[in-house]
């Protein structure tokens, strides 16, 4: 086994007793941090700085420097899968991700394939060893991919949509070209999580951010359905090591409990619901990583910590907690407040042992 | 008690028995159907329309002339009572509604008052009196207001936002004055609903719009609160008849038990949650408005009728179900489809009878 100095956050996922409860933040290497704005600054661009091994290393770590966090991960986008399909991945200044080609005609859809990821997505695992070595074995390092449903939005829609129209016009009407592009999509993320498995990751997270934009019908068959087949085809141990899943539908707290026997180790959840009913709802049979609303931390560091003791007080006293926001740390946040947040979990759980 | 042709709107959200399953859309005079897009333009603006008695009566009436549907709704805006308030209601071309002076010091927050509805929103009462005339006892008229939150959400940010990040920071720093607005916003809201109901709107509606962004912590605090103080200032009766309300907190899935209970008559659901599970949840405490997604309503005539029979099916025989959309309708919807979804509600029931 591989030398891990930190590995609480792996064992909370695993549901095993740790001293205090592990926290890291979505999106905790971003746009909040001065040095990460210097160094996208650097890259020239959004996308440059994912396709760079070397920046993509440099802004993981950096949030670490800052914070006692628990884990690291990669600095990436979900849309790299698409992109290594060859629909063309751009960033439009101040407009979020779009593709040059999206998919828009039959023959595109049964023309898909899923990419080689240790071709076309060389990149990623090339950081995934980098930041490896960076990490030295101080805190253990997450991997990432959208669900295909989340993936498949953005392919149809060509970006973000506030209507999903084109995606659920093409679902309703057409679900046979629909699931073939979720099909392959599935294919695609699961090779790719087990290629960054395979390159260093310790840990893998499916976003499956836009399913909640579904009804609890369409999103059994159009989001679940493969969310259970990529934990299906998880690569789960690697260096003598167990390596952790989890599953984040944004929205999904109705649909927790299924979310709960897809097959993942651990749950993501939002801020919408109250952590203690849905860590009573799953009872032991998953971790629950989440669930302070973004939005706190604009509030005082005073505030941060008593909200963050309000999540810790609702999940209770178990095993089987990973601290995190329900959401995407927002730009806007004083990075003084996410110190205060740091230190008030570790403190928190402190108190009890 | 004054005539109403077709009173299974209102038996439906008393959970009565019924023929067929009622039906209305929310947003059903909108800019799907050409001959709103022409008033509107005749108008000059959508608040010229909101503001002028005769138009906002006219375009009211567009839909009941081409579907069969078993409500009128008041044509009208949830900014009609900050804009009251004095905060300057104007909607930029292309980017929603604005305040020209949003709450943003102590001393605005402080000095705000509750608009008398029958001077500052004269307005609103003319055209429900005008809309009950024209309607001559043919279906019931539904009136409206915001949330105390929805509303206070927009008089903070200014406008829409992505990330309540305003109003969020003012909730979590300054809770004292965040229930000031909420406090002196549920005065306005409960006075402006008796006035509309006074001048002959038969049943009302507050649309929670963004009491889904909140942590259900939150959301009972900012929220529900407020919603049930409405709830019991609610004018009862009028005409002899019971007079319903409808609270729809959209992405309220997870707190429908306490929307049950917090004194309306009937509960709307958004499309995320299976409508038969909420009806399990709830029984018959209230009656339950949804829940079929918008976005199937961009699909074929034959999809739309399966998707219908699908929430009517999942809801059961049960009495206590108005049929509607989980959200409003959207201006890309081909209007054949809202057709071929009021025959299909219509004709479902019927088989049962």
Known sequence: ????????????????????????????????????CETRKRAGSF??????????CEVTL??????DLDAAILFSDILTVPDAMGLGLYFAEGEGPKFERPLREEWEIRNLAAPDPHLE???????????????NGSVPLIGFAGSPWTLACYMVEGGSSADYRRVKTLAYTRPDLMHHILDVTTQAVVAYLNAQ????AQAVMVFDSWGGALSEAAWREFSLAYLARIAAGLTREREGRRVPSIVFTKGGGLWLESLADSGFDAV??????????????????????????????FATPEVVAAEAGRVLDAFGP???HVFNLGHGISQYTPPENVAALVKAVHRHREKDV
């Open 318 to 320: 178990h095993p089987g």
């Open 47 to 56: 996308l440059a700085l994912c396709k760079s091994p070397a920046l993509a």
């Open 121 to 135: 997505l060389r990149y990623v695992t090339d950081a995934v060893a980098e930041i490896r070595r960076a990490l």
């Open 197 to 200: 498995i395979e390159a260093g």
């Open 62 to 67: 950096q949030p670490l420097a800052r914070f």
């Open 268 to 297: 993501g959840l939002d801020w919408t619901m109250d952590i203690g009913r849905a860590r009573a709802l799953v009872g032991n049979r998953v971790a629950i990583q989440g669930n302070l609303d973004p939005a706190v931390l």
């Open 1 to 36: 086994m591989s030398r891990l100095d930190n590995d609480i956050f792996l064992r909370a996922l695993l549901r095993e007793p740790t001293p205090h409860t592990p926290v890291w933040l979505m999106r905790q290497a971003g746009r909040y941090l001065p040095e990460y």
